[in-house]
Each structure stands twice: as structure tokens, then as C-alpha cells.
């Protein structure tokens, strides 16, 4: 392949410093931060763009550090760790504002909360394995990268990661692993595997219960304090990795919350198994929280029952399917990575609701779905949380306003 020397001029959502080149058109590069001078090996080649990997710093930005774990710059799970925090945090920020400005055509410059721990805030983790080696894929690739331990990890999940190496001896058909903790109890989810006495076994006191595919053992849910409630989740369900910084954010949209006229109604929609339904309770005179996942509405049924919160009613629909019932003032949502569908985004706006707290992992789909809400609501808030240091991944909180 073609090899280059450029000097980088932006960072770019996905990890990559950007450079522009006449023959090539944009020149996203991994390995590199903005404003330095590389040697580039140029490895996909489009009509207007390519893809390169740095093999030589010639000039270093001074924010570049030495990353401290081994692991980087094989395995895939980070992809900025070479950059100081602070400047990590610096060009996550920049990320969230072009893409309003390239992509929501209006100039909002993001609020950046404090930040929490850079490493041990994972608790929960997704692992490969071959059978034997238990990491990550390595970037853009479907190698594993073995790993004794992930320093993302609090502390119970890499003790656990000690005894997943080897499972492939017991359960031939184990290509993933799963591990939740609340921080005293570890529990894992094996999809795909059946029942094995012989790993229950291996897990020995690393593990408090293992979810397989035809049945548990053990404990089958971890129990994670959130905001001095209970907030329950099995195995399989989605819950904020970064449990910490998750709280912040809770805390945030209550802020907004106690300024708003007390009592009304709550729609939170994809509301998972609570996490801004159940806190935000006590703020309003009902609340409907809609979810479609089997396992998540399950948990949101429990925490409901076990918070005793009787103005809190659980709806399982797909956003897309769910039939709005009256006015509600407020509505939160937290879609997926591909934001709002043409269904989700009509039925937004059906609802009328005097603000909208919009938590996005995905500034382009945020700014563009900010674009379509534009004739009817304006920005009052856009806030990024850190949710995942030393990776490419950008948590933003958005308050809109009815006009």
C-alpha cells in the first residue's frame, strides 16, 4: 500500500485524525491526534476519502502520552488512549459541536461535565473467545486479542476475567462472555451455551451466578443503587457500564426537572429497565415508561414493584407501535446508536411535549434528529458526559424546548 507523510488538522467521531490530501480528497487516520505530522499507510482507498494507519510520528502533538496499557493499539477496545484525558475530553467536545454545526446547521457550543475515573469504570463487560483466549477483537478485524485484564474494568470483573480463559474445553459453542457487577457480586451470561456443571466449577468464587441459554445458576440479576432506589438487572439486559458517570447524568435531568412546574406527566420512551423513569418519579404525577425487550421490561416490571412506585406504569411496545395515551410535559428518550426512526421521530412530535430530554451515544444522529425537532423546539441545554475514557464513544444530553 501507498505510504504518505500529512500533517492532521481535526478529530474525527471513530477515533481518527483527519487530514486533507488534493489526490484523495479527506484522509481519516488512526493512530494520530490533530496537528501532527505522520507517515501514513494508506489501507482502503475510496473516490473522495481513504483510510490510513500511522507508521511514524515525525511531529507529536504535545497532548500524545504513552499509553499504559499493553494491550493498545492492538486490541480494539480503545482508540484514544495515546491522548492526554483532559485533551481527550477536548476533542469529544469539538466532535459534538461540528457535528451540530455540520449536520444541525446551528452553532451550539456543548457544556462538558466533570469527569469521573478514567480507567475501573466499566461494570459491566462484552468478551471474545476463541475457547481458549478470552479479549477483544483487535480494530477492524475478527482477531482476538487475548487479555489478562482490561483496565476499563472495575476491579470484581477482572478478578472474574481469570477464570473465562479455557471454557471452550466445556462449552465448544462459547464464543461470547458477559459479565455484570455491582461492585460485590459478579454475575455472567454465556448465550448460545447450555447448562455445564464443569464451569460452574471453573468459576468457583470469581462468579455469583451464570445466565446459559437453557437455565441459571446462582444469582441471575445484580442490584446497583440509582439515586438511593433499587434498580435490578438480569444478565442479559442493557444497563450503563459506566455506573458512576450514569448517575451524574440522572442527577442532571432531575436538576432540570425541579425547575419545572410540579406534578404533569412523563413519557420515557426505550426505558430500559428504569433509569430515568424510576428517579424521576417522585417529580411528576405519572410517569409511562415504554420498553420492547423481553428481558429489560421484566426488570422495569420488578423495580417498579420493588420501589413500591405506584405512579410509575411499565408499557411494552416498540416506540414505533405505541399509541400515545394524553398530554405528557415531558419526554425523555435514549434511543439506540441509529437514533430516532421516521416512525420514532413522527411520533415525537405527535406528542407535543413542552421539553424533551434527548441522551444520545451518537452525535451525528443526534445533531441530525435536533435538525428535524428544529422548527418546533429549541436547544437549551447540550451537554457531553464522559461515559467511555480513552474510546471514541460520545454520551451527550440534549434539552429541548417547546416553543
Not at 476519502?49 to 499504559?68: E, H, K, T
Not at 463487560?125 to 487475548?146: H, L, Q, W, Y
Not at 419526554?331 to 411535549?353: F, I, M, N, T, Y
Request: aromatic content about 10%; charged content about 25%; proline content about 5%.
Amino acid at each position: 500500500m501507498e505510504r504518505r507523510i500529512v500533517n492532521t488538522l481535526a478529530p474525527v467521531y471513530g477515533g481518527y485524525a483527519l487530514a486533507r490530501e488534493e489526490d484523495i480528497g479527506i484522509l481519516f487516520i488512526r493512530g494520530a491526534l490533530p496537528g501532527e505530522k505522520v507517515e501514513v499507510k494508506l489501507a482502503q482507498r475510496k473516490k473522495d476519502y481513504a483510510f490510513g494507519d500511522v507508521l511514524q510520528i515525525l511531529s507529536p502533538s504535545p497532548y500524545r502520552v504513552d499509553p499504559p496499557c499493553v494491550y493498545f493499539g492492538d486490541c480494539g477496545g480503545c482508540q484514544i488512549q495515546h491522548a492526554a484525558y483532559p485533551y481527550q475530553l477536548d476533542m469529544k467536545r469539538w466532535i459534538l459541536e461540528e457535528a451540530f454545526r455540520r449536520i444541525g446547521r446551528t452553532d451550539v457550543f456543548p457544556a462538558v461535565a466533570p469527569p469521573g475515573a478514567q480507567f475501573g469504570y466499566r461494570y459491566r463487560g462484552g468478551f471474545k473467545t476463541d475457547g481458549e483466549n478470552v479479549g477483544f477483537f483487535a480494530g477492524r478485524s475478527r482477531r482476538i486479542v487475548p487479555i489478562v485484564r482490561c483496565p476499563l474494568m472495575v476491579g470484581r470483573i477482572s478478578m472474574a476475567m481469570t477464570a473465562l480463559r479455557g471454557l471452550g474445553r466445556f462449552a465448544p459453542s462459547v464464543s461470547e462472555i458477559h459479565i455484570a457487577t455491582d461492585g460485590a457480586q459478579a454475575v455472567a451470561w454465556l448465550p448460545g451455551v447450555a447448562y455445564s456443571a464443569e464451569i460452574i466449577e471453573r468459576f468457583g468464587g470469581f462468579i455469583s451466578g451464570v445466565h446459559f441459554e437453557d437455565r441459571s445458576w446462582g444469582r441471575d440479576s445484580i442490584s446497583l443503587d440509582l439515586e438511593g432506589l433499587a434498580y435490578v438487572v438480569s444478565t442479559s439486559s442493557f444497563f450503563q457500564a459506566n455506573w458512576r458517570m450514569n448517575g451524574a447524568l440522572v442527577r442532571r435531568i432531575i436538576d432540570f426537572v425541579k425547575g419545572l412546574p410540579p406534578g404533569g406527566r412523563l413519557l420515557d420512551l426505550y426505558a430500559g429497565a428504569g433509569n430515568f423513569a424510576l428517579p424521576m418519579a417522585s417529580w411528576f404525577d405519572e410517569v409511562v415508561a415504554v420498553e420492547e425487550d423481553v428481558s429489560s421490561f421484566a426488570d422495569l416490571r420488578r423495580n417498579i414493584r420493588l420501589n413500591n412506585l405506584k405512579n410509575v406504569r411499565a408499557v411494552r411496545s416498540s416506540v414505533e407501535r405505541y399509541r400515545i395515551e394524553g398530554k405528557f410535559d415531558v419526554l425523555v428518550l435514549d434511543p439506540p446508536r441509529s437514533g430516532l426512526s421516521v416512525k420514532a421521530l413522527a411520533l415525537v412530535r405527535a406528542v407535543e411535549a413542552k421539553a424533551i430530554c434527548y441522551i444520545s451515544c451518537n452525535p451525528t444522529t443526534l445533531a441530525r434528529d435536533v435538525s428535524r425537532l428544529a422548527d418546533r423546539y429549541n436547544v437549551g441545554l447540550l451537554q457531553m458526559f464522559d461515559f467511555f475514557p480513552n474510546t471514541h464513544h460520545v454520551e451527550a444530553l440534549t434539552i429541548l424546548l417547546l416553543r
